[in-house]
C-alpha cells in the first residue's frame, strides 16, 4: 500500500512544470554571472561580449566548470583555482538572486496562464496552464509580456550593483534602456497593461501606438516626479523604468511600499542595524512581489 501511494503521488507531481520552473531559475542564475560581467567591466570601458572570462588577480581564464552559476563558487570553495585569491561571496549572491528573481516571475506568469497579471491583460491568455500551455499552444503574447518584466527586472538588478560599488549609471545606458521600453511598447502596445486613467476617453486610445506612448510617458513622468524626492538618482532612473514599461500606477504603489514596508523595517532595527549600500535593490525586490500579485493590487 505504501508502495502504491508513492508511485500515485509521484504520478500527481507536475514534473513538467517544475522541469519549466527550474529552466527559469537557470536562465536567471545565467543572467546574474552575465550581470557580474558587466559590473566589473564597464566601469573600466571593456567589452562585455569579446574576451573570456577571467581572475581578475592573476588574470587565468575562468574554465567552463568553474563558470556555472553558484555551482562553480561552491565548488571552488570561494577561491580561484589557479591563484587561490578569495573570490567574492558577492559573485554568487547576485547569481542567487538573479535566478530568484527572474524565476519566480517567469514561472508564475508563464505556467499560471497569465493569472497574476491585472484585469486588462485578461485577453492574453488562451486558457492553457503549465507545461502544456507553453509547448503545446504557444502563447507568445504572455511569453513577450514575461520578457518584458524580466528585462525590467534585470536592468533594476544590474544599476542596483552599480550603486552598491558607487559607481555612476552610463547615461547613454540609461536613455537606450528607456528608449527600448516605450519603443516596445509603441511596437507591441499589448505590453501596456492599464490606461493613463480609469475612463480615458476612447480619442485618447487610438490607435494603439499612441496610446502606448502615452501610457509610457506619463508612466515615466510620474517615475521622474517621485523619483525626484529623493536623493538616489540611481532609484530614481529605476522608477522611471517602471512608469515606461508597467504605467504610473505601478511607480506609485511601489514606492508606497517601499516606504511602508522598507521603512518600517529600518526604522525599526535603528541606526545599528544594517547599512545599505544599495537603495535600488529595495526597489528589485518590490518590483518582483509587485509583479506576483499585481492582479489583486493593481
Not at 545599528?272 to 492582479?295: C, E, F, H, I
Request: with cysteine; charged share 10%.
Amino acid at each position: 500500500m505504501q508502495i502504491m501511494g508513492l508511485l500515485l503521488w509521484l504520478e500527481a507531481v507536475p514534473w513538467g512544470d517544475i522541469l519549466v520552473a527550474s529552466f527559469f531559475f537557470a536562465i536567471g542564475g545565467t543572467l546574474g554571472s552575465f550581470l557580474n560581467v558587466v559590473v566589473h567591466r564597464v566601469p573600466r570601458s571593456e567589452s562585455v561580449v569579446f574576451g573570456r572570462s577571467h581572475c581578475p588577480a592573476c588574470r587565468a581564464v575562468i574554465r567552463a566548470r568553474d563558470n556555472i552559476p553558484m555551482l562553480g563558487w561552491l565548488l571552488l570553495r570561494g577561491r580561484c583555482r589557479d591563484c587561490g585569491v578569495a573570490i567574492a561571496v558577492a559573485y554568487p549572491l547576485v547569481e542567487l538572486s538573479c535566478a530568484i528573481v527572474v524565476g519566480l516571475v517567469a514561472s508564475v506568469e508563464v505556467l499560471s496562464g497569465g493569472a497574476n497579471l491585472p484585469i486588462a491583460w485578461a485577453g492574453v491568455s488562451n486558457g492553457q496552464r503549465g507545461i502544456d500551455g507553453l509547448l503545446w499552444q504557444t502563447n507568445w503574447r504572455l511569453l513577450g509580456i514575461c520578457l518584458d518584466h524580466c528585462f525590467v527586472l534585470v536592468t533594476l538588478l544590474a544599476w542596483s550593483l552599480f550603486e552598491r560599488n558607487a559607481q555612476p549609471l552610463p547615461t547613454n545606458w540609461f536613455r537606450a534602456t528607456i528608449v527600448l521600453s516605450v519603443g516596445a511598447a509603441m511596437l507591441w502596445p499589448m505590453l501596456q497593461p492599464v490606461d493613463v486613467l480609469p475612463h480615458s476617453p476612447q480619442w485618447l486610445l487610438s490607435p494603439d501606438w499612441l496610446r502606448a506612448l502615452i501610457i509610457s510617458t506619463a508612466g515615466i513622468a510620474v517615475g521622474r516626479l517621485v523619483g525626484g524626492q529623493l536623493d538616489r538618482p540611481m532609484v530614481s532612473s529605476g522608477l522611471m523604468l517602471i512608469g515606461a514599461a508597467l504605467g504610473w500606477q505601478a511607480v506609485v504603489a511601489i514606492s508606497i511600499a517601499l516606504l511602508i514596508v522598507v521603512g518600517s523595517f529600518f526604522a525599526v532595527v535603528g541606526r545599528n542595524g544594517p547599512k545599505r549600500a544599495s537603495q535600488t535593490s529595495d526597489l528589485v525586490m518590490m518590483t518582483t512581489v509587485y509583479l506576483l500579485v499585481w492582479r489583486w493590487v493593481g
